[in-house]
């Protein structure tokens, strides 16, 4: 009688971690994907690899544009 039991606990084990990875990977997804177009739009002004405006001013573009999109996923659009 434990087969059964233990099939559905590792079931429901194997559902519960993979529903965790996604909620994890989702969100760092959209971060990197932002952290990119920021890259590139700092490349396109002429601000790269460090920054040349103040209050960023020497700092590396892919720094201050990942710390932009932990705030707000939209800064780049």
């Given at each position: 009688?434990?087969?059964?039991?233990?099939?559905?606990?590792?079931?429901?084990?194997?559902?519960?971690?993979?529903a965790c990875?996604?909620?994890?990977?989702?969100?760092?997804?959209?971060?990197?994907?932002?952290?990119?177009?920021?890259?590139?739009?700092?490349?396109?002004?002429?601000?790269?690899?460090?920054?040349?405006?103040?209050?960023?001013?020497?700092?590396?573009?892919?720094?201050?544009?990942?710390?932009?999109?932990?705030?707000?996923?939209?800064?780049?659009?």
């Amino acid at each position: 009688m434990p087969l059964p039991y233990l099939v559905i606990f590792l079931s429901l084990i194997s559902l519960a971690l993979s529903a965790c990875s996604e909620v994890v990977s989702g969100p760092y997804d959209q971060v990197e994907a932002c952290t990119e177009r920021g890259v590139v739009f700092y490349q396109a002004t002429g601000n790269y690899p460090s920054l040349k405006e103040a209050p960023y001013t020497g700092r590396l573009a892919e720094d201050v544009a990942r710390e932009k999109c932990f705030k707000n996923l939209q800064a780049f659009r």
